[in-house]
């Protein structure tokens, strides 16, 4: 059952606490497949009214295939109303994936290539997150591309919990288009045997959506997100 999966996947980005709740700062979060919904609720919404939210989710029919469900609406209601409304395609990895790498792929079990990959840290990564990235912290494992002295492209662990993993992937400008973020996915979801794996993007990331039809994963459904104005969601 395709909404069994983006339950798990679910559990794999927030790391539901021991009541399966969210972290936040969504306040909902819908997972829509084609043979039915799943839900979970943020810690800070009182009991009263978390049951009430997951009640109306469980008694919803899964809208048409991309459009969000009409419970979100509702519990944007029930919630105060205001709320932002994101969300996006779910994918199950599973490999290997057939994908020929254009390019020289590190990888984070090979000791050599992680000392390759120290230098070059991408500008959107801290010194501190980047250093633990490359010795094995969290992160890992990973799976990159580095040419002219720069990350190229590298694929992460964005979450990992024994249930599953959730990948993280990113391409500098300069190299999109090569297919190098396809070719580090493929690598590093060859290092995580034994999980489940995904991959999800925002509804308007065509060439994240466009990584996934290369691989050819699987679509499982959709996360559909309601956040309180002023805070931003959890990436995709």
Request: negative net charge; charged residues 20%; contains cysteine.
């Amino acid at each position: 059952m395709t909404v069994g999966l983006l339950a798990v996947e679910l559990g794999v980005i927030w790391r539901l606490d021991s009541r399966g709740r969210l972290p936040g700062p969504e306040e909902v979060v819908i997972g829509v497949a084609a043979d039915g919904m799943t839900a979970a609720v943020c810690a800070d919404v009182p009991d009263p009214l978390a049951a009430r939210l997951l009640d109306l989710v469980s008694r919803s029919a899964p809208p048409p295939p991309g459009e969000p469900p009409d419970a979100l609406a509702r519990c944007d209601t029930l919630l105060g109303g205001g709320r932002t409304v994101s969300g996006g395609p779910c994918y199950l990895v599973r490999p290997p994936l057939p994908f020929e790498a254009p390019a020289e792929v590190l990888r984070s079990d090979d000791p050599s290539h992680a000392a390759r990959a120290r230098p070059p840290r991408p500008p959107n990564w801290e010194p501190e997150e980047w250093d633990e990235l490359v010795a094995g912290g969290a992160g890992a494992p990973w799976a990159m591309i580095v040419e002219d002295g720069q990350v190229a492209a590298i694929c992460h662990s964005a979450r990992l919990t024994p249930e599953g993993a959730e990948a993280g992937t990113w391409t500098s400008p300069a190299f999109r288009g090569r297919g190098y973020a396809a070719a580090t996915t493929a690598a590093w979801a060859g290092l995580l045997p034994g999980l489940h794996l995904f991959y999800s993007t925002s509804a308007g990331n065509r060439s994240s959506q466009r990584v996934a039809e290369r691989l050819g994963l699987r679509a499982i459904g959709r996360l559909w997100k309601l956040t309180p104005a002023g805070h931003a969601p959890v990436p995709s």
